[in-house]
């Protein structure tokens, strides 16, 4: 069964240092999704993409983090500097383009540590 | 703004009681509404959706547009559904809003 692919499943980093985290989505999934989960809390949106195009990446700390999906399959995350405050949970989810087929399938997840 | 609340961070019961995880969320349109379950050491999986209108793993919600509600309800619980449970709203076809979880543990 085809699953949404998340690397590194851990990353341990200190402050002001940069880090990348990389998404694979399901094969034929036009829409891609990074999510941010804070310990105790639920995952909330960081960036939406459609194909190659950002749709939504208006929660998404742009002095620090970038988002890229180049060929419209892959996509990188990247926090650069790192904070202490953005140790969290880092989820990828996928869906079809389809509104009525649009169920979203999450990645396993890369936990930030900064220290 | 949408937003979903969900009040209780754990539910404790024992199995065979019944169960009702609740949910109430805020918005001005149409939503779409969703019940996400993290099982321990598993990934975030969909358990269900309104539009659906079907029962999972015994598992029911139904949307009240008047008290703007959509809790989860099963009538006996197993301990297999010890779980994290998230609802969720969309938009559109737009990005989730999820609540912050509701812990259930299902004592034998």
């Known amino acids: 069964e085809a699953e949404v692919a998340q690397s590194p499943r851990y990353k341990i980093t200190e402050k002001s240092q940069a880090v990348a985290f990389w998404c694979d989505p399901i094969?034929?999934?036009?829409?891609l999704y990074w999510y941010r989960q804070i310990l105790g809390q639920g995952p909330e949106l960081l960036v939406q993409?459609?194909?190659?195009?950002?749709?939504?990446d208006s929660q998404l700390p742009k002095d620090r983090f970038s988002a890229e999906r180049l060929k419209g399959v892959d996509s990188t995350l990247k926090i650069q500097p790192a904070e202490l405050g953005d140790s969290a949970m880092y989820l990828c989810?996928?869906?079809?383009?389809?509104?009525?087929?649009?169920?979203?399938?999450f990645g396993p997840g890369t936990r930030l540590t900064v220290l | 703004a949408q937003r979903v609340t969900q009040p209780e961070k754990l539910l404790s019961v024992f199995k065979g009681a019944p169960v009702e995880l609740k949910c109430n969320y805020s918005?001005?349109?149409?939503?779409?509404l969703f019940w996400y379950v993290q099982y321990s050491r598993q990934r975030l999986q969909l358990l269900l959706r309104?539009?659906s209108r079907e029962s999972i793993k015994g598992f029911t919600a139904d949307l009240n547009k008047g008290e703007t509600s959509f809790h989860l309800k099963k009538p006996f619980a197993q301990e297999e559904d010890s779980a994290m449970y998230y609802c969720?709203?969309?938009?559109?076809?737009?990005?989730?809003?999820f609540g912050s979880g509701t812990r259930l543990q299902v004592q034998p």
């Open positions: 918005y001005s349109g149409s939503p779409e």
């Open positions: 969720a709203l969309n938009r559109e076809g737009r990005a989730l809003t």
């Open positions: 989810a996928s869906s079809l383009r389809d509104r009525d087929k649009n169920e979203q399938f």
């Open positions: 993409f459609q194909d190659e195009s950002v749709v939504d």
């Open positions: 094969s034929g999934h036009a829409t």
């Open positions: 309104h539009i």
